[in-house]
């Protein structure tokens, strides 16, 4: 069954907290990965094949550069779990 | 007229503590850092040796997350040493330019490089980490270091197996003479306990298989010795022209007198039986300090506890020092640490420099037996050092027939 969208932030927060040691509250929906959260692009090659792994999609290459903000890279998951 | 270099910070992780007063206090309380491996993977791969000198405290107790996540774990015992040491210097005011940071390992990371290989073969390529290849270089450690601390003077890695970190310390002495630097951030790290340099040291017979009794496992020049004991960690010193230290009021351990490098091209692992490389060795330090074989009153030698090893540093000790040899108190701290391999020299030079500092040389464990083909003063319970201006030197030997001495001196102005 997909996960809803609230479902899919609380563990893609999780991934965030392994990778960087951010706290999972601070990881909401509006924030920018690079500008808010400070996450470079090498960290965020890891959370995306962690995410794949957790949430069971892909996420193409290409597509990791659109995921600027955690509400694109959950709209994103949520929609490719369907 | 040669400038002086001084040492005026030392910092360190280890298996007998996660800083250098705790080490030092637990070396001359005679306390073991070995212990029984309880990973999964010694049961699993049937390794003959289940003995190891580990961290006694884990870098992830100190290190953020991200710091975790992105070094090699002997990266991350490098960070924690020179941090100490940078702080114990008073994190020194100096010019980005005229600091270097000259820092080893033996091996490199090759937890990093063996977990990349299990994850391609079994998860795929997508898996392997994008920062594998700057995690597993051996030059690492000294990138991590002089990121830290912004030396911009220049960053480097000698590799030169268990002789490492002891050539990283003469390299950083010649830096500092040239009048290149102002200040080096010098030393080594090493964690390899893994299950194949484990297997891999066990397949030469290098190391010790006494897995019943774990601390009595490493014990140089004991008759019963059957190999080293790997260990793990890191140790760092900041080293700096005496000129820049009394500058800046900085305090003062002990002037970096000599450091040489010699080579046996005798036999990949074996030693020269003669000990005439690692004589050569110690007296070109000797020579660079100004000092006479008689001005020495320790040694930190480098005694790994091999049946071989051991004669053949004492061969090179009786080939300098002859006569004066029964007069010189050895201390073989690595039956407490165990063998740190390119960390080794590191820490065995903070120990001599604190030897100096605070006049003791540290205990030897496990010599119940004295082998008889090595007569030496070897020190059993911590002993006072005499007085007044002394030497000590601390020798390290690597597969590959490098032979690395430091000598250090009591500071006077």
Redo the contacts between chains.
Sequence with gaps: MALSKDEVLAGLAELVNDETGIATASVQLEKSFAEDLDIDSISMMTIVVNAEDKFGVKIPDDEVKNLITVDDAVSFITNAQA | MTKKIVVTGLGATTPLGGDVPTTWQALLAGESGISLLQDEWVKRFELPVAIAGKAKVPASEIL???ET??LDPSSQFALIAAREAWADAGAPEVSPERLGVEFSTGIGGVWTLLDAYDTLRDRGV??V???TVPMLMPNGPAAAVGMDIAARGGVRTAVSACASSTEAIANALDRLRSGELDIVVAGGCEQAVHPLPIAAFAAMHATSRNNENPAAASRPYDVNRDGFVMGEGGGAMVLETEEHALARGAKIYAELAGGSVTSDAFHITAPDPEGSGAARAILKALAQAGASTSDVVHINAHATSTPVGDIAEYTALLKVFGDQLPNIAVSATKSSTGHLLGGAGAIEAIFTVLAIKDRTAPPTLNLDNQDPEIPLDVVVTPRKLADGPIVAISNSFGFGGHNAVVAFRSYER
């Design positions: 953020t997350v991200q996540k992105r997508r898996r980490l994008p920062m």
